[in-house]
């Protein structure tokens, strides 16, 4: 059975920093791509950044380049996203998802396994 389970979400103040990590289990991690979305209160789940399956292409969003940052321990089956100078604008539900195929991974039906998702909330 597949698990991918997001950790480190939570209220920060914008400005400052959160890191998000996704532990996966059941698959053979290292032969998935990874993403990362996020669902922002009362709109539609958006494409946020990717990671290919060894780690050597990386795929952001135009919202959070620059400021997020998509990695990979395929010894440890994590994901993670750094997330600095956070805005207000950042507050959404965040999902893990795995990819069973190459490529940038921008659209959500490509995506074969997903996390429960996790708030991050940027207050002023």
Known sequence: QVQLVESGGGLVQAGNSLRLSCAASGLAFSSYGMGWFRQPPGLEREFVAAISRIGGSTYYADSVKGR?????????????????????????????????????????????????????????
Do not use: H
């Not at 994901?79 to 100078?85: A, D, E, I, R, T």
């Not at 965040?94 to 959500?108: E, I, K």
């Open 68 to 124: 997020f940052t998509v990695s990979r321990d395929n010894a440890k089956n994590t994901v993670s996203l750094q997330m600095n100078s956070l805005k207000r604008e950042d507050t959404a539900v965040y999902y893990c998802a795995a990819a069973f195929r190459r490529g940038p991974l921008y659209g959500m039906t490509e995506y074969d396994y997903w996390g429960q998702g996790i708030q991050v909330t940027v207050s002023s």
